[in-house]
């Protein structure tokens, strides 16, 4: 059996198949965050999550081609710009700037495009969509001058989120002095220009405005991937509206079919309440950096949740990880150690299986907290077959470049994990030195490696090696 997700679109395990399955290709959009603000880690367990997805389809052999966009337009950033006193670009550039960064942090694999939605190109390619709805008659301009997507000309509205939406259907004119659109569920692809907007404005056929968020999505999507899509991620909140009206809008320019797997991870949560930033129960990774932790361990606890359940975020699960990465450090040492400038032999049987069951495991929808069930179990037979006496060098070499290719997908491992080389050949002489009885030689090397920042410990198995 191949790659399989569950489907929220049919709520259904599906075997995965891209567009174009002879060239292995597969393209991939992710909603990216709104740059009025740092992103919390409840954005980020959505970004993780995306990130393990395109790794474990490359280790499959597929070629990812993934866009995140970035929403620097819309309410909340013109609403903090004029509270800055700053223009929008100059504003939003600081979020971005510091969003770029804190995927570094994560270790989250750069997208192939950022596109913002401010972007010349794109307003067009909105434009276009929108004056290309209007003239099916889809899109119509109220009478507050901003124009609404007609929602009673896209009957499989609601399909994604699997909800009943007959209140949104058309039920006459909806009047008040905030509504003008034909129907509630009308949804705005183009805002007209207000004064709250200051400068911030496009100039169009429906006069001064700016485009709505969904539209924002739709133009960028298939700017860059074309109008079928393989996967399309987000959080659960993305589901509705925001997703269902980009599949509106989308399918009706272009008459195909947009997405065929949709994605969505489930909330990160704080006492049993959604991380958010309107809550203000959130952290970002800035704050749990000044708090001593990693980027690694914060990947570690985001990413080992699978991404279907909720995740509830604690200082305890933060431990949790710190030590699981621990484990894994000493045991990538052990291996460098007992490998050191051997060629790699396949390792027996036993462990083989467990380096396969970890990616078989991630074939059914990403179950990563399978998957490093199964590592846990390599990492513990392997230990004892170190403490046995019973790895052979070749063996514990062929492991180290299994764990490597396991990591490619988990990116966990320690910056500097590798033990250097002349490290390794320092711990060689010493045994030399020791065997021969030469007490002193072995004690100056004992020095030596503790000046290159590790420290060895004689063990009934023999030398062991700890970063200092
Ligand atoms: P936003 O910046 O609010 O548009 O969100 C950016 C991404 O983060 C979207 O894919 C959201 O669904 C996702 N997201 C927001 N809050 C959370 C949360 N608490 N847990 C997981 N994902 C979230
Ligand atoms: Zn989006």
Known sequence: MGVRFLNTYSRQVEEFTPLDPAAKTVRMYTCGPTVYNYAHIGNFRAYVFEDLLQRHLEARGYAVQRVMNLTDVDDKTIRGSRQAGKRLSDFTQIYKDAFFEDLKTL????????????EPQYVDAMIAMITDLEAKGIAYQAEDRSVYFRLSKFPAYGQLAHLDLEELRPSGR?????????????????????????????????????PGWHIECSAMAMTLLGPEIDIHCGGVDNIFPHHEAEIAQSECCSGKKFVRYWLHCAHLMVEGQKMSKSLGNFYTLRDLLDKGWTGRELRFAL?????????????????????????????????EQSGHGVSAAEPREGLVTHIADFFTALDDDLNISGAMGHLFDLIRESNKAIDAGELGAAEASGLLTQWRRIDEVLELEREAASVPEGVLDLVAKRQAARAAKNWAESDRLRDEIAGAGWTVKDTKEGPKLTPR
Request: overall charge negative.
């Open 107 to 118: 270790r989250i694999k750069p997208a192939q495009h950022f596109p913002s939605a401010t």
């Open 174 to 210: 909806v009047r008040s002095d905030d509504y003008e659109k034909e129907s509630i569920g009308d949804f705005a692809l183009w805002k007209a220009w207000d004064e709250d907007d200051g400068e911030v404005r496009w100039e169009s056929r429906w006069g001064p405005g700016r």
């Open 303 to 335: 990413l080992t949740v699978n991404y279907r359940l909720p995740l509830n975020f604690t200082f305890a699960g933060l431990e949790g990880a710190r030590a699981a990465l621990h484990r894994i450090d000493e045991w990538v040492v052990r291996l």
